[in-house]
């Protein structure tokens, strides 16, 4: 697929713009600050583009508005007392040194980090970053087979990463997903609905009205759930260094 790059100016917004071998047209605002990114088919000129964004500027103005006002977490310093989430509860750290592995669990309202020695802040992270993934990997599989039965297809393999854009993607070529291990801070149901919009995916690759359609058969309270995930606090800008970000999308 070939693309080419380039940027407009629209209202007073700078607007990213990469032309591919596409159909349709989708428009991308980004946190923190509510970048702007369309994904043109190639045949568009500029002036047509800057129509589209010209038709979505109200939407794109909200979003921004949302993106800015969104919680952020404050930097994690890794000690006593600070909170932290996990399946979407808030949680207070405890970090307790004593000989042994390193590990961390889940005691009541606290977060228990064991610590051999005294670890620095980066160590501290990896370890928690290690266990998110494996919580989320411990969760994947029964959500993935509950949907492989629902919508008639399969997924023969899946993967975890710490995406800076996405909550997850799929490739249809592979039949494969890829989940943001941010994931496993938010509450079940955002992982629900993040898996579910991948796999219709394999069904139905843009995110047209038979897209939407398909939500609304399966997943009937998608908005509300969607709305949940943007509203999350988000992951500070420095920790993950390639934290997750929600993005806000619209198809033309």
């Known amino acids: 697929m070939s693309t080419t790059n380039g940027s407009l100016m629209v209202s007073g917004i700078p607007v990213d713009v990469v032309r591919k071998d596409i159909k349709n047209l989708h428009i991308g605002v980004y946190p923190p600050d509510g970048r702007v990114r369309v994904a043109a088919p190639s045949r568009l000129g500029d002036e047509q583009v800057r129509l589209a964004v010209v038709q979505k500027l109200s939407w794109i103005k909200k979003q921004q508005r949302q993106f800015r006002a969104a919680h952020r977490q404050s930097?994690?310093?890794?000690?006593?007392?600070?909170?932290?989430?996990?399946?979407?509860?808030?949680?207070?750290l405890k970090v307790i040194v004593?000989?042994?592995?390193?590990?961390?669990?889940?005691?009541?309202?606290?977060?228990?980090?064991?610590?051999?020695?005294?670890?620095?802040?980066?160590?501290?992270?990896?370890?928690?970053?290690?266990?998110?993934?494996?919580?989320?990997?411990?969760?994947?599989?029964?959500?993935?087979?509950?949907?492989?039965?629902?919508?008639?297809?399969?997924?023969?393999?899946?993967?975890?990463?710490?995406?800076?854009?996405?909550?997850?993607?799929?490739?249809?070529?592979?039949?494969?997903?890829?989940?943001?291990?941010?994931?496993?801070?938010?509450?079940?149901?955002?992982?629900?609905?993040?898996?579910?919009?991948?796999?219709?995916?394999?069904?139905?690759?843009?995110?047209?009205r038979r897209f939407s359609d398909l939500l609304?058969?399966?997943?009937?309270?998608?908005?509300?759930?969607?709305?949940?995930?943007?509203?999350?606090p988000l992951a500070p800008q420095s920790w993950p260094r390639n934290g997750s970000e929600t993005v806000a999308a619209a198809s033309i």
């Open 98 to 208: 004593r000989p042994g592995n390193s590990h961390v669990e889940v005691d009541g309202a606290s977060l228990l980090m064991y610590l051999p020695e005294e670890i620095e802040i980066d160590g501290r992270r990896a370890l928690l970053d290690r266990w998110y993934r494996e919580e989320l990997r411990q969760a994947l599989p029964r959500v993935i087979s509950k949907w492989e039965a629902s919508l008639g297809v399969s997924v023969p393999q899946w993967k975890i990463r710490r995406m800076r854009t996405k909550w997850g993607s799929c490739n249809r070529e592979t039949r494969s997903i890829l989940l943001n291990v941010e994931l496993a801070k938010k509450h079940p149901d955002c992982l629900d609905h993040i898996v579910l919009h991948e796999m219709l995916h394999l069904l139905e690759r843009n995110h047209g």
């Open 216 to 232: 609304d058969r399966f997943q009937p309270n998608w908005r509300s759930v969607s709305d949940q995930l943007n509203q999350a």
């Open 75 to 92: 930097e994690r310093e890794m000690v006593t007392g600070e909170s932290h989430y996990v399946w979407g509860q808030r949680l207070r």
